[in-house]
């Protein structure tokens, strides 16, 4: 048995707390899986720090990777069927952070991703997006990591009330392709 989840939502929307909490509350259960396998937005994100140097992967190297994390998890489902373990204890809770949903917004109609959602199916994912409301994007968006972080988002936008609106923008587009997703 093989079941797992997917937190999805942008940038300071709480994935990375509930990520956590997951791990953290799952390892508590007495009846659930005993194995599980987390892998964060850190394995699994477009932009990635190369020995310090912000690198933007390109489309076809990020497929291959979410490819390669999914390849894993197929391999331990068999390796469990082969075994015969049916037993909830037996099996395997993965959790994926930024993984489809964030995907589908970052390449617009993929097939690539529509297969790997396909492979997450048969996987038993089920996913979460996290979102933030409009009137907490301004404290949770610019405010809560401080002034590098402010500079940051604050770059790419003349006023706060800019940023603000395309962060709403940005997570309306993930709802959209939440809903367009074969996983809920």
């Known amino acids: 048995m093989i079941r797992g989840v997917i937190i999805e939502g942008l940038s300071t929307s709480g994935k990375t707390s509930v990520f956590s909490a997951i791990k953290r509350l799952h390892s508590q259960t007495h009846n659930g899986e ?11 994100q477009v932009l990635h720090s190369y020995q310090g140097v912000l690198r933007s992967m390109d489309k076809v190297e990020h497929i291959q990777l979410l ?14 069927d082969a075994l015969g373990h049916t037993k909830p204890s037996n099996g395997v809770f993965y959790l994926l952070e930024r993984f489809n949903v964030n995907h589908r917004a970052a390449f617009i109609n993929s097939e ?15 996913c979460i997006l996290l979102t933030v409301s409009k009137d907490a994007v301004e404290s949770r968006f610019i ?29 309306e587009k993930l709802r959209m392709c939440s809903k367009q997703s074969l996983i809920l």
């Open 143 to 171: 405010e809560s990591r401080g002034e590098v972080w402010k500079s940051y988002v604050m770059k790419n936008h003349p006023t706060v009330t800019e940023a603000c609106k395309k962060f709403l923008e940005d997570q």
């Open 67 to 80: 490819n390669r994390h999914v390849d894993y998890l197929e391999q331990q489902f068999e390796w469990i």
């Open 34 to 44: 005993k194995t599980i396998i987390a892998i964060s937005e850190h394995y699994s």
């Open 112 to 126: 690539e991703i529509e297969m790997l959602e396909k492979r997450l199916l048969k996987l038993n994912a089920q």
